[in-house]
C-alpha cells in the first residue's frame, strides 16, 4: 500500500511539472524555457531621494531606479506606478513605507485610480539595462521636523503579457535600502 502512494505521488508530482505553464505561444515567442537562479533576484531596485533635506510639508523628489543585474534579457512592468501597499497587487507596481521621526508609520494618502498593466508598460531590459521613475511624494505628509526613513518594493502584479523571444518575465519582489530624509522647520 506504502509504494502505491509513494507511485502515485510520483506520478503525480511529473504530471504537474510536465504540464505546467503549456499554452499557445503568440508571434515573436520563443520555444527557449530559461530558469532564472535561485540564489537572489536578477535585478536590483533603488530608491534615491533628490535632496536629503526638505522644509516641513514639503514634498520629497524621489527616483526608483530597477537594474537588469543578470546575464538574460529581462521582461518587466516599467510603469512603476506607486499605490498603497494594502491595494491588491495587480494596482500597484511599486509601494513605499515612511516611518516618521516617531517611529510611526505615515499613512499613503491619496485616492489611486490605477488600472491593470497594459502591453506597452512592459519593457525588455538588457543586462546592465535600468529603467527610471521619477516622482514627488505627494501622497505623504512630511509635517513633523525630524529624520523619516523610506523603503521601498517592487513586484508585478502579474497578468504580464507574454515575454517577447529572448526575454524572461521578470515577476519577483524586490526591495531597496532604506533611505532618510531629514525635515527642517521652514525658514521664515
Given at each position: ?45 533603488h530608491l534615491e531621494v533628490a535632496s536629503s533635506e526638505i522644509p516641513r510639508g514639503g514634498e520629497p523628489e524621489i527616483e526608483f531606479i530597477l537594474k537588469n543585474t543578470s546575464s538574460q534579457s529581462l ?114
Amino acid at each position: 500500500m506504502r509504494l502505491r502512494v509513494t507511485f502515485a505521488l510520483l506520478l503525480l508530482t511529473l504530471v504537474t511539472i510536465g504540464c505546467h505553464g503549456r499554452r499557445a505561444k503568440s508571434a515573436g515567442e520563443s520555444d527557449q524555457v530559461v530558469v532564472l537562479p535561485s540564489r537572489g533576484p536578477a535585478a536590483s531596485f533603488h530608491l534615491e531621494v533628490a535632496s536629503s533635506e526638505i522644509p516641513r510639508g514639503g514634498e520629497p523628489e524621489i527616483e526608483f531606479i530597477l537594474k537588469n543585474t543578470s546575464s538574460q534579457s529581462l521582461w518587466v512592468n516599467s510603469r512603476m506606478v506607486l499605490n498603497d501597499e494594502a491595494q491588491p497587487p495587480e494596482f500597484r507596481d511599486v509601494w513605499l513605507r515612511v516611518q516618521g521621526p516617531d517611529g510611526l508609520g505615515v499613512p499613503y494618502d491619496c485616492a489611486s485610480n490605477v488600472g491593470f498593466a497594459k502591453r506597452e508598460d512592459y519593457a525588455l531590459l538588457k543586462p546592465g539595462d535600468v529603467v527610471r521613475r521619477d516622482l514627488r511624494l505627494r501622497c505623504f505628509t512630511f509635517a513633523t521636523s525630524g529624520i523619516y526613513v523610506l523603503k521601498a518594493w517592487y513586484r508585478d502584479g502579474g497578468n504580464a503579457p507574454p515575454a517577447p523571444a529572448g526575454g524572461v518575465y521578470f515577476g519577483q519582489e524586490i526591495d531597496t535600502e532604506k533611505v532618510t530624509v531629514r525635515v527642517v522647520p521652514q525658514m521664515q
